[in-house]
């Protein structure tokens, strides 16, 4: 089993940053990739960034690409993700996720197995 814990979600004005983490334990050498989702009330749980723990590079959904960074310490087993210029829009639950398995992509959630609880961010106008 794979434990998950986001942090660092909170309320920021528009333009501002904030860094979430995920920090990961549990059965980690399992993990092939991890990932950043966002869903905000009413609407659909989407992809916002993902990576191949081992070695790959991140790619980013369109609407944060530039804004977001999403990282990793392989020695902290942690993600973060670092997100700059921070639009109203961008408010909601952004959760991490990790899967064991290779896939094609990693653009819909239901291919990863494992989910953190969840961390609120809000941006403010």
């Known amino acids: 089993q794979v434990q998950l814990v986001e942090s660092g979600g909170g309320v920021v004005q528009a333009g501002g940053s904030l860094r979430l983490s995920c920090a990961k334990s549990?059965?980690?050498?399992?993990?092939?990739?991890m990932g950043w989702f966002r869903q905000a009330p009413g609407m659909e749980r989407e992809f916002v960034a993902a990576?191949?723990?081992?070695?790959?590079?991140?790619y980013y959904a369109d609407s944060v690409k530039g804004r977001f960074t999403l990282s990793r310490d392989d020695a902290e087993n942690t993600a973060y993700l670092q997100m700059n210029s921070l639009k109203p829009e961008d408010t909601a639950v952004y959760y991490c996720?990790?899967?064991?398995?290779?896939?094609?992509?990693?653009?819909?959630?239901?291919?990863?197995?494992?989910w953190g609880q969840g961390t609120q961010v809000t941006v403010s106008s």
């Open positions: 549990g059965r980690t050498f399992s993990i092939y990739a």
């Open positions: 990576i191949i723990w081992d070695g790959g590079v991140p």
């Open positions: 996720a990790a899967t064991q398995y290779f896939r094609i992509s990693y653009y819909n959630p239901r291919v990863f197995d494992y």
